[in-house]
């Protein structure tokens, strides 16, 4: 049946179904390593006026000339590092995948059907909903999986679900999930995730770094949460594991462009270690639910080689939460609060 009768309007069949519907909301990532995939994406990721919000007139020609025809060939190289070879697809792809299936055993019993889709990219969200409304879903929860609020994340993701929305007659009903900055489950998953990583090592490490996505200083300025967001993660999980602000510093990485970004960087922060004696260290990146370029490549090979270069013995990557036990039952807590009231015990 076909419940839409204007032009602009798309259909996705049976809505009504009564069925309750997750939706977990990632980044996104390029479908392969090839310059034209990785252009593609990256355009699509850097014409977003929530992550640039430069004036597009200014900025469109710069991002189509210069950073169009440089940065696929170095993120191209940089993704052939970390790709996922045994799925062909890359890590954040594989592991976002892998949180909805599981996610989705939690929930057999229950008739809630969990699907996934990519801010930028494949699936898109417009394909998550679809999946979920021809299931038979008419009540949705979409999930974007950022433990800190930031515009450039968590409200974009938003917007290209609500984006979809506006073309449908019928739609579904929404409840988008809050940060979690300082929920006790994420805590908790990662105080643990970081407890097994330091028990197989020789020795413990003397610093354990928690590095978070940067943002430009400026959206702070303007009225961001995000900064605040991150301090309250390290203030939780320095309380659960008993680490003073010394031995757990935070620190922001990937900086984009010429702009003041958050700071102290990570990677001069941690090149800087080694002549204050500290030479074994860990690095946790709590603000990306899955590992990704930035973690595996961008920290596991760039900011190590700096570290080792600078007299540093020894960097450990902490994995991030990825399908572990821990995220699974985070986003399984996380989902059932917010289902409340349509989930019926
Ligand atoms: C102005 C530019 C950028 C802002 C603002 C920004 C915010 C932001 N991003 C993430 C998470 C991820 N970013 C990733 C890659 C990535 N980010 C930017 C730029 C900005 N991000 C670029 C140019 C890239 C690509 C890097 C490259 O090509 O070398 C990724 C990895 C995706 C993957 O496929 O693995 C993630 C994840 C957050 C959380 C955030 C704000 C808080
Ligand atoms: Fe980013
Ligand atoms: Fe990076």
């Not at 993704?79 to 949180?99: G, H, M």
């Not at 998550?128 to 999986?145: F, H, K, N, S, Y």
Request: charge should be negative; hydrophobic fraction near 40%.
């Amino acid at each position: 049946m076909n419940f839409l009768h204007v032009p602009a309007a798309q259909s996705v069949a049976s809505v009504g179904g009564g069925r309750l519907g997750v939706l977990l909301l990632n980044l996104g990532t390029p479908d392969d390593t090839s310059f034209a995939s990785v252009r593609r994406y990256l355009s699509e990721f850097l014409s977003d006026r929530r992550v640039i919000e430069a004036n597009p007139v200014v900025w469109q020609p710069i991002l189509q000339g210069v950073v169009l025809t440089v940065r696929p060939r170095r993120s191209g190289e940089a993704y052939r590092r970390i790709w996922n070879t045994a799925c062909d697809e890359s890590p954040l792809r594989t592991f976002t995948r892998a949180q909805a299936e599981q996610l989705a055993e939690r929930f057999a019993a229950e008739n809630v059907q969990v699907a996934w889709g990519m801010r930028y990219g494949t699936p898109s969200v417009a394909d998550g909903v679809t999946e979920l409304m021809q299931a038979g879903c008419d009540r949705i929860l979409a999930m974007p999986l950022y433990p800190q609020y930031s515009a450039t994340t968590t409200a974009t993701a938003n917007d290209q679900l609500f984006r979809f929305l506006m073309k449908l007659r019928l739609q579904p009903a929404i409840r988008t999930l809050p940060a979690f900055a300082d929920h006790a489950l994420y805590i908790r998953a990662l105080a643990d995730s970081l407890k097994t990583a330091v028990e197989g090592l020789s020795a413990p490490p003397q610093m354990v770094v928690i590095s978070f996505h940067g943002l430009p200083e400026e959206y702070v300025r303007k009225g961001d949460p995000y900064r605040e967001e991150c301090e309250r993660t390290v203030a939780a999980l320095r309380q659960e594991t008993g680490l003073s602000e010394q031995e757990m510093p935070m620190t922001f990485q990937s900086r984009f462009g010429p702009t003041k970004w958050l700071e102290p960087y990570t990677a001069p922060f941690l090149a800087g270690l080694p002549a204050q004696g500290i030479t074994r260290v860990a690095v946790m990146t709590p603000g990306f639910l899955t590992d990704c370029l930035e973690t595996l490549d961008e920290i596991g090979n760039e900011v190590r080689d700096e570290f080792l270069a600078a007299g540093g013995e020894e960097l450990t990557l902490i994995p991030c939460l990825n399908a572990s036990k821990g995220a699974i039952d985070l986003l399984e807590g996380l989902a059932r609060v917010e289902l409340g009231g349509w989930l019926t015990p």
